[in-house]
């Protein structure tokens, strides 16, 4: 079964409002990592955490980690009409470079 | 550095053959591992490679294996097609055996007819 768990599935917003998805997984984790993916593409490696980080900062992305609650949460901030996508967390296994995908949360903007 | 190259882009089969999948990984990243994405079960872990040493294996059947060569460039191959292995395969190319960032590239959206 999948580790991760996306919230909310489904997000629409105004362009220049601020994002936020959030992801729940169940066991323990090195890292988590968060990806990018346009309309059945590949998937864009936006940021890794690991589980010593509490927060994260790329750009106009905000990724906080809480391992005692088993959650991160990724910040979109000023969201633009390209940030339109599928966003998915992903753990790892602990035991390489085996990743555990949510199921997604489709960020919709709008112009 | 190129980025992950997965070939081909697109192929359609017809159920009952075989196909392989294609994948080089980043320059100098050793750990490459595939992935199936499907609108029903999502992103779901198929195998890994490190060193040409399969390290982990997903809850696939045996229709699917793969394989890493020596210059770290990756195959899988999935044999006797069936309907339900139409999906976007994935590839992630990752530096290190763990703990580190993984790319991935575009994909190969196989439609088995």
């Known amino acids: 079964s999948q580790q991760g768990e996306e919230d909310p599935q489904a997000l629409s917003i105004q362009e220049g409002e601020n994002a936020t998805m959030n992801c729940s997984y169940k066991?323990?984790?090195?890292?988590l990592q968060w990806y990018r993916q346009n309309s059945g593409r590949g998937l864009v490696h936006l940021i890794l955490i690991r589980s010593n980080e509490r927060e994260k900062h790329s750009g106009r992305l905000r990724v906080t980690l809480d391992t005692s609650k088993k959650s991160s949460s990724l910040l979109i901030t000023a969201s633009r009409a390209a940030d339109t996508a599928s966003y998915f967390c992903?753990?790892?296994?602990?035991?390489?470079?085996?990743?555990?995908f949510g199921t997604g949360t489709s960020l919709t903007v709008i112009p | 550095k190129a980025g992950v190259t997965q070939t081909p882009r697109y192929l359609i089969k017809t159920r009952g053959q075989q196909v392989t999948l294609s994948c080089s990984p980043i320059s100098g990243h050793r750990s490459v591992s595939w992935y199936q994405q499907t609108p029903g079960q999502g992103l779901q872990f198929l195998f890994e490679?490190?060193?040409?040493?399969?390290?982990n294996k997903g809850n696939f059947p045996g229709r699917f294996s793969g394989r890493q060569f020596s210059n770290s460039r990756s195959e899988m191959n999935v044999s006797t097609l069936e309907l339900g292995d139409s999906a976007l395969y994935l590839c992630?190319?990752?530096?290190?055996?763990?703990?580190?960032?993984?790319?991935f590239g575009q994909g190969t959206r196989l439609t088995v007819v």
């Open positions: 992903a753990t790892d296994s602990g035991t390489g470079n085996q990743f555990y």
């Open positions: 992630a190319s990752s530096e290190q055996v763990m703990n580190t960032e993984a790319f």
């Open positions: 490679y490190f060193s040409e040493t399969q390290r």
């Open positions: 066991t323990s984790i090195n890292n």
